[in-house]
């Protein structure tokens, strides 16, 4: 495919998965044996007609040969809006044969675009899994990380909220997105070069997208629903390719390259601000890319993305992060995962905070309070990392031995009951273990819910202790202090030198040493069990010396 070529969607659709598949080391690294239980038959008919089989006949196989199919990731859109399904009553009707003309439009795009790109098979979540039936639901909502994974490439209906929107395909979408010439030349060296005009500046890929990439607002945009929900996270992070269909514009996603049909081998990126610097928990750990610190801050950085998107269901969200926790089990081999919570991250883990002053805690039981997936509304892990002036990893802050200062602290047992039979899905409860911990009793200021006082990200509460300002919280959800109990303020870590969030001055009148100042959570003690707690709050430059009177035990949380 060349520069100057007038092509199609299908042209550069199979060119970027033809480049991926011959080209791509990386792309091609942990391949499987696997086919979803039940894949949609495109070719089971001479008419367009399709037909939901099982993947275990031998009829959909050529000899050993394992056929390749393509899964959709699409937003199901409100109750009413919902798509076909398949149920316990028309399965049989569903593998005997399905109408092409009962498919909303984003299914039947998804049929066409995978018979251009010549396979046979398709996976679409609503029609792959029994849907009342719980559990297959259960069964194969565990299996999300082969499914996505293994799939020959992922169709992503980016800018479509319900199925009857379709894929939004645009015919010759180079030339519909802007006109664009090219002029061949030489340099004093004559070698050739080929120029490329455009009569407007070509998008940003991650503005297109609606990402994020340094976090200082909010993710997507009203163009981009799909990026707002939450079960389409972890399809776009467990596929190995990805062709998202954005309004106007066709995206493609590997794990080598990122492109649109405006610039067909390369992104235009974001010129923005520096990426901070993940703190590390120990001096020893190895902070280069890929490595221990950085793989732990992208998983701060997933659950931060995933709580700012949205679920019909409540209850699907640890169900929706299965796939991803089983992926990353194999980067954090000594890990133990519970509830979006990873124990070898423990403690600096539990150091999230909510964004939002209207969080609110889940409706029904999904995580236990020390756990982000508790809280309903946008979290941060920004306490866990240092702030970048402009610098090159190179140039990162020096870290202190203090950064890394948690006391005596030790994370014991971390044990929850799964709901179903998978362990990284929904759970009945959880609780964790905190050995040699240090409390001390504080009060919340009334009043002190000043969003702008200290110029700082999110609604916050003095803290005191015998009417002396001793430090700050930032609340799990919007009326945690609306009842009368004891509180108490455990210390996690020592205060981080150079934090993103750098102490507010007006907390104390001054500035104070952070060696001085620790960080942790605040507690409220469950009524009638000595020792077991509930999490209320992040708190943050928390005065050290509160806590050197304090004699150590063991704690609960639930």
């Not at 001085?516 to 005065?543: C, F, H, S, T």
Request: glycine share 4%.
């Amino acid at each position: 495919m060349k520069i100057h070529m007038e092509v199609d969607n299908c042209q550069i659709m199979n060119t970027w998965l033809d480049v991926c598949r011959r080209h791509h080391k990386k792309c091609s690294v942990n391949l499987e044996s696997f086919l979803p239980t039940r894949l949609l038959d495109l070719c089971a008919f001479e008419t367009e007609d399709i037909r939901l089989v099982a993947s275990d006949v031998k009829d959909i196989k050529h000899g050993d040969l394992q056929p390749e199919y393509t899964a959709l990731s699409h937003c199901w859109g409100p109750p009413e809006r919902h798509p076909i399904k398949t149920t316990t009553k028309n399965l049989d009707e569903m593998m005997t044969r399905i109408l092409i003309n009962k498919l909303p439009n984003t299914f039947r795009d998804a049929v066409y675009i995978t018979r251009e790109l010549g396979k046979q098979f398709l996976w679409i979540d609503s029609l792959c899994i029994i849907q009342d039936d719980e559990d297959d639901w259960a069964k194969e909502s565990a299996l999300m990380a082969s499914v996505y994974g293994q799939s020959y490439c992922t169709l992503a209906a980016h800018s479509s909220q319900n199925a009857t929107e379709g894929c939004r395909l645009v015919p010759h979408i180079q030339t519909a997105i802007c006109r664009s010439t090219e002029i061949d030349t030489q340099d004093e060296y004559h070698n050739s070069y080929r120029i490329r005009f455009f009569e407007r500046e070509p998008r940003d890929w991650h503005k297109e997208y609606g990402d994020n990439p340094y976090t200082h607002s909010e993710f997507g945009t009203p163009d981009t629903p799909l990026r707002s929900r939450a079960w389409t996270l972890q399809e776009r992070e467990l596929s190995v390719r990805k062709i998202h269909f954005s309004k106007d514009q066709l995206l493609w996603e590997c794990c080598e390259l990122k492109a649109s049909a405006q610039l067909p081998w390369h992104h235009k990126t974001t010129e923005d601000d520096f990426e901070m610097f993940p703190v590390r928990n120990a001096l020893a750990e190895n902070i280069v890319p890929g490595g221990p610190v950085a793989m732990r801050d992208r998983w701060y950085q997933l659950m931060e993305d995933y709580s700012t998107r949205s679920l019909t269901n409540e209850l699907d969200t640890l169900p929706a992060l299965s796939g991803l926790a089983q992926q990353y089990q194999d980067i954090f081999p000594a890990g133990q995962y519970l509830a979006g919570m990873w124990s070898n991250h423990m403690p600096a883990a539990l150091l999230w905070r909510s964004k939002h002053s209207d969080a609110s805690q889940t409706l029904s039981y999904i995580a236990p309070t020390w756990s982000w997936a508790s809280v309903r509304g946008p979290i941060s892990f920004d306490s866990q990392r240092l702030c970048n002036f402009g610098g090159t990893p190179e140039q990162r802050p020096q870290e202190s031995s203090s950064n890394c200062d948690f006391g005596d602290l030790q994370v014991g047992m971390m044990q929850g009951i799964p709901r179903y039979s998978d362990k990284y899905g929904a759970i009945k409860n959880a609780t964790l273990v905190l050995h040699d911990a240090v409390l001390t009793t504080v009060d919340p200021c009334p009043h002190s819910m000043a969003f702008d006082s200290f110029r700082l990200d999110g609604p916050m509460v003095v803290l005191t202790k015998d009417g002396v300002t001793v430090g700050l919280c930032y609340p799990d959800t919007a009326n945690e202090f609306a009842r009368t109990e004891k509180l108490y303020c455990l210390r996690v870590r020592v205060e981080i030198q150079e934090s993103q969030i750098s102490q507010p001055s007006k907390l104390y009148g001054q500035e104070l040493d952070t060696s001085q100042l620790v960080m942790g959570l605040i507690l409220g003690e469950d009524p009638g069990v000595k020792n077991r707690y509930k999490r209320k709050g992040l708190a943050r430059w928390i005065q050290k010396s509160l806590f050197d009177s304090q004699k150590p035990t063991t704690c609960r949380l639930i």
